[in-house]
């Protein structure tokens, strides 16, 4: 099938069947995907956490919106940013890029001292703005790998972040997460949207062309 086929396919699952897991081969697949979205500079400021142990899946439901989804699915995954850039975290980041590109370390320091300077005249707030919305990108494309796997996925930011946050210690981290995806396979008989049409607004009406 091609993307647009797959997409088409897709809805966000309103309810999971919970004995149909998704096989480690498979998450993985999904997890690339969303390991080798573009982000800003390169900087990859997120994490991706993957929760399948059921009783943690239980305790965080307390924050969630919708809980029979979180605890039925077979997997969530947690896209959580960076709380804030520090020199370290970019040095860090770049160091890296130069030893896997076998350059010499310190290659892009005229880069990154911009960034550096960029970053430092911002607020922890303004950073975790920037941050968090990396996360989308990553989001969308690990949703459209899920698809292509017809394995379903539903987005969600109907949850606590303060539950979440403090169940997988992400402040230790450095971390906040942003947006969770649940991933797994509909219950077909309880998920009310898998037999109803995909519905968006008309392509003359969505694109703007100038």
Partial sequence: MSLLEDLNWRHAAKAYDPNIKVSPEDLN?????????????GLQPFRVIVVENQDLKEKMVAGALNPEVMRD??????????????AEKI??????HTTVRDLPQGRFSSYTDQLKNIYGA?????????????TYIALGLAMAQAAELKIDSTPAEGFSNEVVDGILALKELGLKSVTLLYLGYRDEKTDWLATMKKVRIPMEEFIVMK
């Fill in 29 to 41: 697949k999904i997890l690339e995907a969303a390991r080798l979205a573009p982000t800003s500079s």
């Fill in 73 to 86: 699915c077979s997997h969530v995954l947690v896209f959580a940013a960076w709380d804030r850039y520090s």
């Fill in 91 to 96: 040095d860090q980041v770049y160091d890296h």
């Fill in 122 to 134: 911002q607020t922890p707030d303004e950073h975790f703005a920037h941050t968090a919305r990396q």
